[in-house]
């Protein structure tokens, strides 16, 4: 039990802990333990840099040998190893707990090792000296036989703090090293000691399961990416190929798998090289895993394009004999349903053995339980390239990469961490299935037309609680009573949202059968709700949910949280009192609110010793007493006991005379009989022989009495008992969650499906959003369409955003836009590539009407930036990206080219863009909006019948100001001013710079050269 190991370490007195001045609080516990220095016991001997002798040089010498004299061939490796073992030998050892984690050091010498001692996390050695600072933790250098040893610690509540710097911020790999308590035979045979320390768990950033830190909004992605074997094939005519070889290489195919620990999430797809890095870019992994013999320079475009993109990435060898899906069996939900094997491709099967055998490498022997893996396939979803990921803004501003400002952030209303890690899915994967998508409009459409419903819906959903990653935590045996409490609610609430909606169902067919002259829509609507229910399988789950409400004592766990932070306050405090000694003032680092707050309050308090606290205190108990029967007749016999002791005090009472006694039990002293006052002069006399006096002082005294030790051990072994049964109970409620874990998934998918819902739903109640119609076709009719982003930004400063109409596709292949600088080219082009995602997301969209044929494929090239890291300028970044426009879009995608040839002459430029034009009318025959300043460009394809040529323009305003304000709204033609000077003159440029400008302009536009074509 997860929360068992945690008490086992909180519940130690803090008493025991005693803490050198000389040294910093986390490694107190360390060095005060007598385990630290025991190291009797271990007979390994290691080297380090730090622990041999200097060398001192003597003086110059001249030797002069021959070139045969020279030993030849191989060193003597036997003689080298037997002297290493033999200095091995004779080294002194280290501290026990030391050599544990040096030991753990060299079998994980690619992590931080993290090691656990008593209450602390504890780093030794080079990381210590090297991390300590930059943790901000003090380091302390302790003296040992074998050599000075660095070390530097932290209180263990900290971990999720640490964990977040050291993998997140610093990109490093943690070992977790606990300790597990040694039974007699092991503590026989390690000379006494009482701990064992292993590696229980590698945290990369890829495989984090229940970290506090986790984005909660995004999953976390780890992805393995495999490549085929270049194989070199015959060409089929027979012909050689141009150096001269009858044979060509053949382009290998890449196999890509992806799993969420934290949800247990699942999926495939196979892709090509060309695809790669856009594939990559949807799915946005958090840590790649490459095949160790990637290393070997074959894929270095691979490498290349990973680092280019500053993705984590992770080389591990692959696991011989582990190719087939067959394998995969242990790690999924439900073993007993066979994976169907043909449906995936040899590459993706060999992704995702890899992968899995990866990520059981780092869990160290931890089962997973995964979802059945999902096959993605290219022709399911809209492809969105990253270069228009990051260019539209899906999920994070292009300027600053935040969220505000994000499309993402514009339609996000969700209620469930689950559902906007669902919704930021899907906008960038949005469906091609006009079955889906309609499925999802009609859901949208209904909470749309009937409020009362979604917010009962939204109500319910506010109080569900993540239940994806909640059921993973069982699975992987982390869960805790909190989250067995958490799962019982989220089932209950879950029963709560099938009856209303049932009610909702019923009362809309009622409607629906009188409303004859209705919309066919209107009517039909109500029947994605029916699939909806028909998806939840509740039958079971509830009944989990009764055996947790029934069993789990909610008032004892809130009352040991109390206690836990009572006991991590004190931890605070003490540690305060030691910094204070070196920084008076310096606060704790890292310690949770609450925490703080505890610990304030505490000092402000009466002081209280630590061992007068566990005097007496009753034990807290999470189970209920009758959570089972056995837990029911021990507490019962426990009753009794108490009765007994009870019973005792009074009868010792009576004997002795003293009516301050009392029967307590001390971490130090165990059961000991207590009086106080003018009772310890007469109970003196009174004591008979089997008494013995342990403790004293001037006014009480306590002894042992067998009477009082016998009952108080069995006492101790009942409680023993009943929390042996507690953790049996919690584990066979454990066992439920496991065994319902597909239907408890199944269920939190439906809650995702009505959150993404009802998101849509407000927002396009607040922001007015029309459904769109889609079909097969390859047309945009788009009316009164505005942009979701800019036209928010707009409303927040009280202006209004000026729609446009956008008709392309049919008659109308490619809007050739010109119009001044700042005059909403680019925010048209850019809010029609939205409006297409959110359709075919299953989102209303900003417009008055839009008909939408389906896109295949979305593609942009719009803004400018260099890459100098990889020796490419402005324009050699735009034309790596218009090129692969030109290579992949199809008659199906949708195009977006903004000033295309900028970054280089006009001449050139012009060329470009028109090569560019020319090869998406005739050879893609896409959709396409492309804004130019080349007006050229305009006159060189007004032969082309399906160009059609749009502008922007400005108003001229009569104040004598040289005044002007911006047409935004976009009108047939062409505009042959781009207004510059205008937009110079706004931006704040000295008018001695804008009058030599306006002198210039006008001798180049007389120039007969310059006439046709400006810049």
């Known amino acids: 039990m997860h929360i068992g190991l945690a008490n086992s370490c909180i519940r130690r007195p803090i008493s025991a802990f005693r803490l050198s001045r000389t040294l910093c609080l986390p490694l107190a516990a360390c060095l005060s333990s007598p385990s630290f220095y025991d190291g009797a016991s271990l007979q390994a001997r290691i080297f380090s840099p730090w622990h041999e002798k200097t060398q001192v040089r003597g003086a110059r010498k001249r030797t002069t040998l021959k070139l045969d004299d020279l030993p030849q061939g191989l060193l003597p490796v036997e003689a080298e190893e037997n002297n290493g073992e033999d200095a091995e030998e004779n080294r002194p050892a280290y501290p026990t707990v030391v050599q544990q984690a040096r030991n753990n050091m060299r079998k994980f010498n690619h992590c931080v090792v993290l090691t656990r001692v008593g209450n602390f996390y504890e780093l030794y050695f080079e990381q210590a000296e090297e991390l300590g600072p930059m943790l901000n933790l003090k380091v302390a250098q302790k003296k040992t036989n074998a050599g000075p040893v660095y070390m530097a610690g932290f209180p263990f509540f900290q971990l999720d703090r640490f964990l977040k710097v050291l ?22 045979k390690s000379g006494g000691l009482m701990f064992d320390r292993k590696i229980t768990r590698v945290i990369t950033p890829g495989t984090l399961i229940d970290e506090k830190f986790m984005d909660p909004w995004e999953n976390n992605f780890l992805l393995s990416i495999y490549v085929e074997p270049l194989e070199r094939q015959r060409t089929t005519d027979g012909k050689p190929s141009p150096s001269g070889s009858s044979e060509r290489i053949a382009k290998p195919k890449v196999g890509l798998a992806w799993l969420d620990l934290s949800s247990g999430d699942f999926f495939t797809q196979e892709t090509d090289m060309t695809s790669l890095p856009s594939t990559i870019a949807r799915i946005g992994p958090r840590e790649i895993v490459l095949d160790d013999a990637l290393k070997d320079g074959q894929h270095d475009t691979i490498i290349s394009m990973l680092r280019e993109d500053r993705h984590v990435i992770t080389y591990h060898p692959a696991a011989l004999g582990q190719d087939s899906v067959a394998d995969w069996s242990s790690m999924l939900e439900d073993v007993s349903v066979t994976v169907d094997t043909s449906s995936f491709s040899p590459a993706e099967v060999s992704a995702g053995s890899f992968l899995l055998h990866y990520v059981k490498t780092q869990l160290q022997g931890v089962q997973a339980k995964l979802r059945a893996p999902v096959r993605r396939q290219a022709n399911e979803y809209m492809s969105i390239d990253k270069n228009s990921l990051r260019a539209l803004e899906i999920k994070t501003t292009l300027r600053d990469g935040w969220l505000e400002g994000s499309l993402l952030h514009a339609v996000r209303k969700t209620v469930t961490k689950s559902g906007a890690r669902l919704l930021s899915q899907r906008l960038t994967s949005p469906s091609m299935s006009l079955e889906i998508i309609n499925k999802r409009l009609d859901l949208v459409t209904e909470m749309i037309d009937y409020e009362v419903l979604r917010e009962q819906v939204v109500t319910l959903l506010r109080r569900t609680f993540d239940t994806l990653r909640l059921v993973q935590k069982f699975s992987f045996g982390r869960g805790d009573a909190d989250d067995l409490l958490g799962l019982s609610r989220t089932i209950q609430i879950t029963n709560e949202l099938a009856s209303v909606l049932k009610r909702h169902i019923t009362a809309r067919k009622q409607e629906s059968s009188s409303d004859v002259m209705g919309s066919k829509i209107a009517r039909e609507t109500y029947r994605c709700l029916e699939s909806i229910v028909d998806s939840l399988d509740l039958a079971d789950p509830t009944k989990l949910a009764t055996k947790i409400l029934d069993a789990i004592d909610e008032e004892g766990l809130s009352e040991q949280h109390r206690l836990e932070e009572n006991e991590a306050a004190a931890m605070v405090n003490m540690a305060a009192d030691i910094i204070n000694e070196e920084a008076p003032g310096e606060p704790v680092p890292g310690v949770p609110k609450r925490i703080r707050a505890k610990a304030s309050q505490q000092r402000n308090s009466e002081t209280v010793s630590p061992k007068d606290v566990d005097i007496g205190r009753d034990e807290i108990w999470v189970m209920r007493k009758n959570a089972s029967t056995t837990l029911q007749r021990l507490h019962a016999e426990l009753e009794e006991l108490k009765d007994e002791k009870a019973a005792l005090a009074v009868k010792l009472r009576e004997e002795f005379g003293a009516a301050s006694l009392t029967l307590r039990w001390t971490p130090g002293l165990g059961h000991i009989c207590h009086v106080k006052g003018k009772d310890m002069n007469s109970l003196i006399s009174k004591l008979g022989s089997s008494a013995r006096s342990v403790s004293s002082s001037k006014s009480t005294r306590s002894f042992h009495l067998p009477k009082w030790t016998h009952l108080g051990s069995r006492i101790d072994e009942s409680k023993h008992r009943i929390r042996a049964e507690e953790l049996r109970v919690f584990g066979k409620l454990r066992t439920r969650v496991i065994r319902n874990l597909v239907k408890l998934r199944r269920n939190a998918s439906v809650l995702d499906e009505l959150d993404v819902a009802c998101s849509f739903a407000t927002v396009a109640n607040i922001q007015g959003l029309v459904r769109p119609i889609l079909n097969t076709g390859t047309e945009h009719k788009i009316v009164g369409g505005r942009h979701p982003m800019v036209e928010g930004g707009l409303s927040q400063q009280g202006r209004t955003f000026t729609s446009n109409d956008c008709f392309v596709g049919a008659e109308q292949q490619v809007l050739l ?29 900003p417009a008055e009407y839009a008909e939408i044929g389906l896109v295949d494929k979305i593609f942009s090239r719009v803004g400018s930036a260099d890459n100098l890291y990889q020796d490419q300028s402005t ?53 396409t909006l492309f804004a130019t300043h080349f007006h050229a460009l305009a006159d060189m394809t007004k032969e082309w019948k399906k160009v059609a040529c749009y502008c922007t323009d400005v108003e001229e305003l009569e104040d004598g100001k040289e005044s002007f304000v911006y047409v935004h709204r976009l009108q047939k033609g062409i505009n042959k001013e781009s207004h510059a000077l205008k937009v110079a003159r706004f931006a704040g440029m000295p008018e001695e710079a804008i009058a030599v400008a306006a002198t210039v302009l006008d001798s180049l536009k007389k120039r007969p050269e310059l006439k046709n074509h400006s810049t």
């Not at 119009?819 to 969209?845: D, E, H």
Request: aromatic share 8%; glycine share 8%.
């Open 817 to 845: 836009i010109t119009g001044p600088n700042m005059g909403g080219k680019s925010t048209f082009l850019r809010q029609n590539a939205l409006i297409s995602i959110l359709a075919q997301t299953g989102s209303f969209v």
């Open 875 to 927: 324009f050699m970044v735009e034309m790596l990206e218009t090129a692969e426009i030109l290579k992949q879009a199809t008659s199906r995608s949708f195009v977006i080219m903004d000033e295309v040839g900028r970054g280089t002459t006009p001449e050139d430029g012009i060329a470009v863009g028109f090569a560019c034009l020319h090869h998406l009318y005739h050879v893609n025959q896409c959709r």
């Open 167 to 188: 993998v997140q911020d610093f990109g490093k790999y943690v070992a977790i090293s606990e300790e597990f308590p040694n039974d007699p035979a092991e503590r026989a």
